[in-house]
């Protein structure tokens, strides 16, 4: 019996080994396994800080051609108000002798329309024409300041000016 005993002890420490022997293999294939998926966990973390890196790049490049972009732009807008705040200056220049030569030459037709009101209103056959000479009283004939009137021709209408008349 004692060798029967001895026997069972034998083959029940065979057992513990194997067991402890597969415990120790089952352990170490979950060691094993751990370190894979850690492997693989590290390197689809870095493939996904690659992808992440590449669109941020990506991302930072379509941001700096949008600036040199804009500030092409910006340049193009500050260079044509730049011509046309030119171009504003002169029109106003031109505007302004335009302003000045419409009053003298509405101060002219004025005058002129005067000497042919005095000229006109004949129908006593003298012209007061104060305003014209100066102050002096001067009484004068028609036919003297008006020569078509000694033709027989009464011109009753006013002097009118036109524009493209007068080319400076």
Known sequence: MASSSGNSNSSSGTTAAATTTQIQNSSSEDELLQIQRKR?????????ARRSRMRKQKHLNGLTAEVDRLRKDNNQI?????ITTHHLLGLEAE????????????????????ILGCINATNLRVCDIDDV?????????DHFLNPLNSLGLHVSQPIMAASDVFLY
């Open 95 to 114: 505007n302004s002798i335009l302003r000045a030569q419409a009053l003298e030459l509405r101060q002219r037709l004025q005058s002129l329309n005067d």
């Open 78 to 82: 500050i260079t044509n108000i730049t």
């Open 40 to 48: 693989k966990r590290m390197e689809s973390n870095r493939e996904s």
């Open 133 to 141: 000479v100066g102050g002096v009283r001067t009484t004068s004939h």
